[in-house]
């Protein structure tokens, strides 16, 4: 079972890095595009999660395309820290009670990315001549 999946390992770190890409951005354009509706559609872009937003509509596409994936994802993953302490953990010590579940979770797997890098079906690796 160990090696089921291993020859897919380099496909399934890009997989990985698409969708967290397309969940981040997707925080981006709720924030300042209105899609898709949510209760942050409409923030105002000087708010700290307007702020928050900035960051999610510019890097998230880039780690969604993988191109300067590592410091992209790299910045995300102190945004979403930055969220974690700042918004959810005021609220209580355990990430259910306080919401903040899925931001540890995309803090953590972003910060995999900016070590893993962006997988071979990305921009980097098409930039650096590798397939």
């Not at 969708?19 to 997707?26: E, Q, S």
């Not at 209580?92 to 803090?107: I, K, R, W």
Request: glycine share 10%; aromatic share 12%.
């Amino acid at each position: 079972m160990e090696n089921f999946l291993a020859s897919w390992r380099p496909q399934l770190l890009s997989v990985l890095r698409i969708v967290i890409g397309l969940l981040i951005t997707a925080h981006g354009t709720a924030k300042f595009l209105g899609f898709p509706v949510h209760a942050f559609n409409n923030t105002p872009a000087t708010s700290p999660i307007g702020y928050a937003g900035m960051f999610e509509l510019v890097l998230g596409p880039l780690v969604l395309i993988g191109l300067f994936t590592r410091p992209a994802a790299f910045i995300l993953s102190g945004l979403c820290a930055v969220a974690y302490w700042g918004w959810h953990a005021p609220k209580s010590f355990y990430p259910l009670v306080n919401g903040g579940e899925h931001t540890v979770a995309f803090c953590f797997i972003l910060l995999y990315l900016a070590a893993a890098g962006a997988g071979p079906l990305s921009l980097d690796a098409m930039v650096r001549g590798k397939k």
